[in-house]
């Protein structure tokens, strides 16, 4: 480590030791410089280590299954808005981002998807022992689930490494992160939680995250939790909802 960077660290311990805030920190930070768009990959800024490095994917089953994860949605959003920066909030098994990548090949462009997702499951997914499809695919071991192996897995065996960068973390603190790199996107895919208030904090927490141009959009319009959530966001925000196949989508204006 170079002296200076030890120096960073040396502050930032003291800080923290002092109890500050990284987000105050940074909210004083956006008031003297207006905020920034960081254009480079996120990949770097967030592992140091590759994690997909000796990772023995092999010895897992073939298996991305998801929910709306096929939708012609994911092509028709990134054809028409060309991304450079996607980011993706709940990836289970990584179908969907699978599907994203794969219309990103086509057209050529060399985005980066950034996964949020704990890998811990969201509520549905705990509430019955008998659901293979939800509860069985956590794959606990110890009590603990080891579903982040299969969707490393599921990139692997799709070649899509390079494109695919996992941050296993809760949504709303991977937010704070991204607004504290000044990392935004063009695309945000919601599908975490459904749960009607952390759908709202999701929605809080990513829409100032999108771009000029840019589009929130997510999955389970059917689910009141994601439904009134969506509805209450766009009363408050005075952005219309608009529909997309399976998806619900908010625009935020050039
Ligand atoms: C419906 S699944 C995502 C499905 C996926 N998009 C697909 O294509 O199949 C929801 C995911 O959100 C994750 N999740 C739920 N709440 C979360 C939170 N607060 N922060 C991060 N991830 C969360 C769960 O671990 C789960 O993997």
């Known amino acids: 480590m170079s002296l200076s960077r030890q120096m960073q660290s040396w502050i930032k311990g003291l800080a923290y030791h002092c ?33 997909y490095e000796n990772f023995d994917w092999q010895t897992f089953p073939d298996n991305s299954s998801g929910w709306g994860s096929d939708s012609p949605a994911f092509a028709e959003l ?21 599907t994203l990548a794969s ?13 949020v997702d704990t890998w811990l499951g969201a509520l549905e997914m705990w509430t019955d022992q008998a ?15 080891t579903l982040y192996y299969q969707f490393l897995a599921n990139v692997c065996r799709s070649g899509r490494q390079s494109r695919i960068t996992p941050f296993p973390i809760p949504s709303v603190t991977a937010a704070q992160w991204f607004s504290l790199h000044d990392v935004r996107a063009d695309l945000i895919y919601i599908d975490g939680s459904h749960e009607e208030e952390d759908v709202y904090q999701d929605l809080v927490s990513y829409w100032d995250l999108v771009r000029p141009g840019g589009v929130l959009f997510g999955d389970d319009w059917s689910w009141d939790g994601v439904r009134l959530a969506v509805e209450r966001f766009a009363r408050e925000s005075g952005f219309p909802i608009t529909h997309r196949h399976d998806k619900w989508e908010l625009r935020r204006p050039v």
Not at 20 to 43: E, H, I, P, Q
């Open 19 to 51: 109890g500050f805030s990284l987000r105050r920190l940074r909210a004083a930070k956006a008031n003297t410089s207006g905020g920034g768009d960081y254009t480079g990959r996120v990949r770097p800024l967030l592992h140091k280590v590759d994690p």
């Open 131 to 145: 659901d293979e499809e939800r509860f069985g695919s956590l794959g606990l071991r110890h009590g603990y689930p």
């Open 78 to 98: 990134v054809t028409e808005i060309r991304p450079a920066r996607i980011i993706e909030v709940g990836t289970w098994k990584g179908g969907s981002a699978l």
């Open 103 to 115: 219309q990103l090949e086509k057209l050529g462009l060399d985005t980066e998807i950034i996964c």
